[in-house]
C-alpha cells in the first residue's frame, strides 16, 4: 500500500525558512505527479503546489508564488518544499499527496494517497 | 483563478437521512471535481473523483453528480462513520481551488 511520511516541520519566526520533506514508499513514486496541500488551525484545505513526475514542472498557489519551491527527487523516493520568508498565515499543517491520473493540462490529479501531514508554526 | 463555493458550510442531520453538499464552480470545469472527507485529526480521503466515479473501497451511499459549474455529493443514508467535513476540489486548472468545507454533524 502506498505511503507519504512528511517531515521537517516546527516553528519558525517570520521571514525566516524552512524545508519540508515527504517520503514515498510502496508505489513507483517517479511516474507520478506531487502535491503539496495545507490547512491551517480550525481551516479548511488549500492547495498549495504540485510537481510533474519528473520534475520538469511546477505550479504554485498565488499565495505562495515566489516564496516557495517544491521539488523531488526520484532517486530517494522524496519530494520536497521549501518555505522562504514565512508569514503567520503560513501556520498549517502541510501534507504530501499523490494522484493517479495525469492528463494533458494536471498532473498527479485525484489525490488516492496523503500523508498524515506536519505541522508549521510561524510565530515571533 | 477559479472560486469553488460549497454549500452549505455545516449542517446537522440523523442516521439514515439523505444528505445533499453542492459546490458551484466561478467557470466551467467540465468534470474535473474531487470530493473529500475529513475527519477531526486526519488526512483527508478521496470519496468521488471526476464528479461521478466512486473511489474503491468508498461505500455505494456516496454520489457525486455534475458537469460545469454545478456539482453535488449525495449521501444516501447517512452513517455514524460520516459525520465529517467535506471538501470539494477543482482540478481543471491551476491554481486547484478547494470549497470551503461542509461540517455534517449530528442532529
Known amino acids: 500500500q502506498a505511503q507519504l511520511v512528511e517531515s521537517g516541520g516546527g516553528v519558525v519566526q517570520p521571514g525566516r525558512s524552512l524545508r519540508l520533506s515527504c517520503a514515498a514508499s510502496?508505489?513507483?513514486?517517479?511516474?507520478?505527479?506531487m502535491h503539496w496541500v495545507r490547512q491551517a488551525p480550525g481551516k479548511g484545505l488549500e492547495w498549495v503546489a504540485v510537481i510533474s513526475y519528473d520534475g520538469s514542472d511546477k505550479y504554485y498557489a498565488d499565495s505562495v508564488k515566489g516564496r516557495f519551491t517544491i521539488s523531488r527527487d526520484n532517486s530517494k523516493n522524496t519530494l520536497y518544499l521549501q518555505l522562504n520568508s514565512l508569514r503567520p498565515e503560513d501556520t498549517a499543517v502541510y501534507y504530501c499527496?499523490?494522484?493517479?491520473?495525469?492528463?494533458?493540462?494536471?498532473?498527479?490529479?485525484?489525490?488516492?494517497?496523503w500523508g498524515q501531514g506536519t505541522l508549521v508554526t510561524v510565530s515571533s | 483563478a477559479i472560486q469553488m463555493t460549497q454549500s452549505p458550510s455545516s449542517l446537522s442531520a440523523s442516521v439514515g437521512d439523505r444528505v445533499t453538499i453542492t459546490c458551484r464552480a466561478s467557470?466551467?470545469?467540465?468534470?474535473?471535481l474531487d470530493w473529500f472527507q475529513q475527519k477531526p485529526g486526519k488526512a483527508p480521503k478521496l470519496l468521488i473523483y471526476?464528479?461521478?466515479s466512486l473511489q474503491s473501497g468508498v461505500p455505494s451511499r456516496f454520489s457525486g453528480s455534475g458537469s460545469g459549474t454545478d456539482f453535488t455529493l449525495t449521501i444516501s443514508s447517512l452513517q455514524p462513520e460520516d459525520f465529517a467535513s467535506y471538501y470539494c476540489?477543482?482540478?481543471?486548472?491551476?491554481?486547484?481551488?478547494f470549497g470551503q468545507g461542509t461540517k455534517v454533524e449530528i442532529k
Open positions: 510502496a508505489f513507483s513514486f517517479s511516474n507520478y505527479g
Open positions: 467557470q466551467g470545469i467540465r468534470n474535473n
Open positions: 499527496a499523490k494522484g493517479f491520473f495525469d492528463d494533458s493540462t494536471s498532473y498527479g490529479k485525484h489525490f488516492d494517497c
Open positions: 471526476a464528479a461521478s
Open positions: 476540489l477543482q482540478d481543471y486548472n491551476y491554481p486547484w481551488t
